[in-house]
């Protein structure tokens, strides 16, 4: 089965860039979903398809994927940003979709 | 407002079974196709269960395949999911989510979930 890798957390200081990859095999060649999920909530679509942004979620976040890594980035991080994020494909080969491991996001 | 709510979670004895099921509103149900999400806790997520808006097609994941049955009634506007043999390793919250505003496969809507405990 298909498995997307992602480091367990990443800690960034507020105003700075916060970088959060989902490794995956060939994961260029896929759609790349990431969504954010606070304490007690239920998950936010943040990037769609490796790169667009839903309405509402500001441009600070941002995506891209080639080869076998996918990046989420957050630009100018707010406190409001300490979340869990997670990555997500679908994989065709099993028709099964696929979440990341999952990143916690701690600001300093 | 475009609304998912999900219901019929409780405490089950393994091997129990248990039924959710997840009430939409705001849109027009019929239409798009729908999933269940799980998240054990402190854990991450786990995609469990796709239909089509037709109820045509539907996937499982593998750790479910089998004992879960997921199913649609689009005139009531309503998700299910039919849980069996329940083990120990079911205990989650489960979500119900969905694609509404984007042409892709990328859950733009999700419920607020059902916790589902699996104990003696």
């Known amino acids: 089965s298909y498995v997307l890798t992602q480091p367990p957390s990443v800690s960034v200081a507020p105003g700075q860039t916060a970088r959060i990859t989902c490794g995956g095999n060939n994961i260029g060649s896929k759609s790349v979903h990431w969504y954010q999920q606070k304490p007690g909530q239920a998950p936010v679509l943040v990037v769609y398809d490796d790169s667009d942004r839903p309405s509402g979620i500001p441009e600070r976040f941002s995506g891209s994927n080639s080869g076998n890594t996918a990046t989420l980035t957050i630009s100018r991080v707010e406190a409001g940003d300490e979340a869990d994020y997670y990555c997500q494909v679908w994989d065709s080969s099993s028709d099964h979709q696929v979440f990341g491991t999952g990143t916690k996001v701690t600001v300093l | 407002e475009v609304q998912l709510v999900e219901s019929g979670g409780g405490l089950v004895q393994p091997g129990g079974s248990l039924r959710l099921s997840c009430a939409a509103s705001?849109?027009?149900?019929?239409?798009?196709?729908m999933n269940w999400v799980r998240q054990a806790p402190g854990k991450g997520l786990e995609w469990v269960s796709y239909?089509?808006?037709?109820?045509?097609?539907?996937y499982y994941a593998d750790s479910v395949k089998g004992r879960f049955t997921i199913s649609r009634d689009n005139a009531k506007n309503s998700l299910y999911l039919q849980m069996n043999s329940l083990r120990a390793e079911d205990t989650a919250v489960y979500y119900c989510a969905s694609t509404i505003g984007l042409p892709n496969d990328a859950f733009d809507i999700w419920g607020q979930g059902t916790m589902v405990t699996v104990s003696s």
């Open positions: 705001g849109f027009t149900f019929s239409s798009y196709e």
């Open positions: 239909i089509s808006s037709s109820g045509s097609t539907i």
